[in-house]
Nanobody
């Protein structure tokens, strides 16, 4: 059974940092692009960041550029999201996602393109 399990969320004050992890099990995702999305209450799920299977290319939403960093460790079958200078508007449930297609050179930016999803981890930033 394929699983993506996020961890690292929590409550943090504005200006603080968190590092989210997404550990995959059931199969290796070393040849698959991975992404992070988030969903705030009453809002649609939105793209945050993505990374190609090799880690050679990353993409970010304009709202988090320069603030968040996505990375991956294929040996650990894990993808990370380093979040710095957090703001109250970053409060959301953060989801990890995997593209089921192999060795794509470019990433997708919309949720329906991703085939595997984690259960989400809550990030709350207090002002």
């Amino acid at each position: 059974q394929v699983q993506l399990v996020e961890s690292g969320g929590g409550l943090v004050q504005a200006g603080g940092s968190l590092r989210l992890s997404c550990a995959a099990s059931g199969r290796t995702f070393s040849s698959n692009n991975m992404a992070w999305f988030r969903q705030a209450p009453g809002k649609e799920r939105e793209f945050v960041a993505a990374i190609t299977w090799s880690g050679g290319s990353t993409s970010y939403a304009d709202s988090v550029k320069g603030q968040f960093t996505i990375s991956r460790d294929n040996a650990k079958n894990t993808v990370y999201l380093q979040m710095n200078s957090l703001k109250p508007e970053d409060t959301a449930v953060y989801y990890c996602a995997a593209d089921g297609r192999y060795s794509r050179g470019s990433v997708y930016y919309t949720a329906p393109r991703y085939d595997y999803w984690g259960q989400g981890t809550q990030v709350t930033v207090s002002s």
